[in-house]
């Protein structure tokens, strides 16, 4: 079992920047692929982002290739994701997701990740 908790979420205006992070709990932390998903209000759960458990591969949904990063402290248990550059399209409930198997093409899938926080409210303003 791991436990997932995401911070960083608040309101920001269009063109700023915030950083989530996503500290982990309750098992090695090294043996889990994470990842940040998004969910705004009627539409389905969004991949993001994803990083390998050593930090050297990363995966981009495409509208945030350039103006987000993901990357990992293993020491600290935690997962970051910075976002630069925020839209209002950004808005929404930003999940971390964490699994022990996901990796390479199937990263995207919320289905595959077994452990899941409870999420933090980014809210971009015009």
């Known amino acids: 079992q791991v436990q997932l908790v995401e911070s960083g979420g608040t309101l920001v205006q269009t063109g700023g920047s915030l950083r989530l992070s996503c500290t982990a709990s309750?098992?090695?932390?090294?043996?889990?692929?994470t990842a940040w998903f998004r969910q705004a209000p009627g539409r389905k759960r969004e991949f993001v982002a994803a990083?390998?458990?050593?930090?050297?591969?990363?995966w981009y949904v495409d509208s945030v290739k350039g103006r987000f990063t993901i990357s990992r402290d293993n020491a600290k248990n935690t997962v970051y994701l910075q976002m630069n550059n925020l839209k209002p399209e950004d808005t929404a409930v930003y999940y971390c997701?964490?699994?022990?198997?996901?990796?390479?093409?199937?990263?995207?899938?919320?289905?595959?990740?077994?452990?899941w926080g409870q999420g933090t409210q980014v809210t971009v303003s015009s």
């Open positions: 990083i390998t458990r050593n930090g050297q591969r990363e």
């Open positions: 997701a964490a699994d022990r198997v996901v990796a390479g093409g199937i990263v995207n899938r919320a289905y595959e990740y077994e452990y």
């Open positions: 309750g098992h090695t932390f090294t043996s889990y692929a």
